[in-house]
């Protein structure tokens, strides 16, 4: 179906071939699995995956499976394409090169804009899959507070480690890079688990499933020991500001005015607020719509993140995420993990 959608959109735009790497999203889109090597090759009538001899071979109706032998391209050499469609924001230059041997007499297109539209909307299954993955990131989330108290996690890794084994023995693998920061790590937003150990105060989690591809993202926060009125104070400032565009939202209104929800909401402290308000998630951890697109509003089935955050320099950072969709009636936020909060008991060590 998606195949067929997409080969009428190359007829349309009079592309005569579509030419993805195996590591490009579209091929996970179409095909519905990862390869290590290969290319995906699409034609208004016809789609051929040239794989490598080391990859299992697909059975998906409408594509063709091919060696990767040397010479694979030779069939194209005396085409009469005119007009050959990438997507520029995930190929190599050096494929490009090679394309442009494969394909001397045609001019090559950029079609990453309309490929971003159509996976924009999700199917009901692909829906399912993203539901599947939240269900059992929040799920993670809550076997993390039963394990804390017992104190066999010692650093921002072991968190990472237990979220991570708790997702991949059941059947899922990791969205991305787990982000656990603790203390002042917090502070910084994209902040690279270390080995630092866990300490009295804010503990941030930032980390997502994917299941069959399709990705979870959520960020939550617990606080080791005894927090002070103002860290309780901050965190409910912050869950308020993530509530109120939470509650925003419905269909066409413009992701900016979430953004700016949030932000009014957050008062003086909007100007430790430095980033997006979230994403567009699907097969990528981050797709369009983009909250930077001030055309961008919220769509039936289009999943996106809300997660506002306030970020102390060398103090802490506290930052509330949850992956959601507007089904066309409501919003439905696919990430249920509690966001009361939460003390763990904890003593210096
Ligand atoms: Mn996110």
Redesign the pocket.
Known sequence: MKLRQFQHLLAKNKIDLAFFSHDDPAVYYFIGSEFTGGYLLITPHQAILFLSPLDHKPKKQGVIVRNLAPGWSAKYANSTFQSIGINKANLTVELLDRIKKIFPRAKVKDISSSLEQLRLKKTKTELVLMVKACALTSAAFQALIKELPQKRLKTEQDVALFLEAFIRQRRGTIA?PTIVAVGKNSAIPHHLTSTTRLRCGFLQL?F?ARINGYCA???RVLFLGKPTTEEKRLYHLLADAQQAALDTVKSGISLKELDHIARMKLGKYASYFNHAL??G?GIE??EQPAFSDSHAVVMKDVPF?I?PGIYLPGKFGIRI?D?LVWNGKKREILTKAPKNFITIPFSRA
């Open positions: 991305f930032d997502g993202d959520m960020s979230g994403h998630i951890v981050h993140t997660e995420e992956t």
